[in-house]
């Protein structure tokens, strides 16, 4: 068997890293500055943060902002247009999983007209040519959008998350300073961590995980455990914000080379229907899931409960496996994450509709357990 591992050109990290940035610019030839951030970002300062850096190099840049918590494809062709208009020659990404996934789209299609409908991107499109340089910036320690070769467009016609899966997208540099993710509310810091974990954990038990892969998630799992609820209840920890950043990278190294499986396949249409937080449907999700789970990657779930510490020796691999899940459900639940779905709104007559979508999804093939559309609606209605 054949294994691909893809990652970007070179990466920073650390507290005040985004200073490299006008090196990389220099380096790599560059002139004018697209930023794709989120008005969020923008009006609480921490865009500020990496453009000033910009100013005092004299680098030139436009901003574009009409970006959505969940991107969508009308975003996606807004920011095509203006990037054509801009005359910048790279993208800085500045911002979560939204802004980073919407550079991505605007990068291909600009390099890339032929998918210019951005609907013809879901899957594994046929692009020819790398995307426009991006340079991204995470402010969320969730995605890890900086270092993957997937991006997620809402389309919302048919009210569907698009997974593009596609090597031409990634960033070409990724720049990881925590200091940009300090402001960040408790609730987005629970829900972004809790979607790192979910990326550590289902890219762990893939029906495509290796070797290399077992090793970058197995080393999350163990820094989210060590990390996240610190960052969560003492947002300025230093120490915390940048071990989850990190940690968040290193999920992503592995599951955007191995894939996912069904809690992500479960949890797009969650965001696609009812505009549901991405990580707080991952969340919510994961602890059900990994239940289900549990009896096809058991030797895989021994390995997640040393991880977060609650091996015990002497254990059989079922007990490890409920002390797993276990220590995952009650990390969600003392971070915040809400623990039904009706608390999101969602109600039992809309759970057929959730899990013909979920069924279909390009994540939940990946999964180690076999699935059918009834299987995924009797988890929606374990989460219910």
């Known amino acids: 068997m054949i294994n ?9 990290f650390g507290p005040g890293a985004r200073s490299v940035l006008p090196q990389e610019v220099k380096r790599l030839g560059l002139h004018k500055a697209f930023v794709a ?36 494809v009308s975003n996606v062709k807004a920011g095509v247009e203006a990037f054509a208009k801009s005359g910048a020659d790279f993208i800085l990404a500045i911002g979560g999983g939204s802004s980073i996934d919407t550079s991505k789209a605007i990068g291909i299609i600009t390099n890339n007209p032929d998918f210019s409908d951005v609907v013809s991107l879901e899957g594994v499109a046929p692009t020819k040519k790398k995307s426009v340089p991006i340079i991204a910036m995470p402010t969320t320690a969730g995605t890890a959008a900086e270092v993957t070769i997937n991006y997620v467009i809402t389309d919302e016609k048919n009210q569907k998350k698009m997974v593009c899966v596609d090597p031409n997208d990634i ?45 970058f998630e197995i080393k999350a799992i163990e820094m989210i455990t060590r990390y996240l609820e610190t960052a969560v209840f003492d947002p300025t920890n230093a120490e915390a914000r940048n071990g989850m950043a990190v940690a968040q990278y290193i999920a992503g190294m592995a599951f955007s080379n191995v894939g996912l499986g069904v809690v992500h396949g479960m949890a797009h249409p969650m965001g696609a229907i009812f505009d549901i937080p991405h ?34 020796d002497g254990m059989t691999q079922e007990e490890a496996a409920d002390a797993a899940v276990k220590a995952v459900k009650a990390l969600s639940v003392k971070v915040g994450i809400p623990q039904h779905l009706t608390d999101l709104g969602i109600k039992e007559e809309d759970l057929p509709r959730l899990a013909a979508s979920a069924i279909a999804d390009v994540c939940t093939p990946g999964n180690p357990r076999e699935v059918t559309e009834e299987i995924i609606l009797g988890l929606y209605k374990k989460a219910l």
């Open 4 to 12: 691909r591992f893809v990652l970007n050109e070179v990466s920073y």
């Open 279 to 312: 990580g707080v449907a991952n969340a919510l999700l994961l602890p059900i899931i990994m239940e289900f789970n549990a009896p096809a990657a058991l030797p895989k779930y021994v390995e997640i409960a040393k991880a977060m510490k609650v091996y015990r």
């Open 171 to 215: 960033p070409a540099i990724a720049i990881v300073d925590a200091e940009l993710m300090y402001t960040l509310p408790k609730s987005l810091t629970a829900a972004t961590g809790l979607d790192a974990l979910t990326h550590a954990i289902e890219g762990l038990i893939t029906k495509g995980a290796w070797e290399m892969s077992d090793m």
């Open 37 to 72: 951030s989120d008005k969020d970002l923008i009006k609480f300062g921490v865009t500020a943060k990496v453009l000033k850096v910009l100013e005092d190099a004299g680098i030139p840049y436009e901003v574009f902002s009409e970006i959505k918590p969940n991107p969508t």
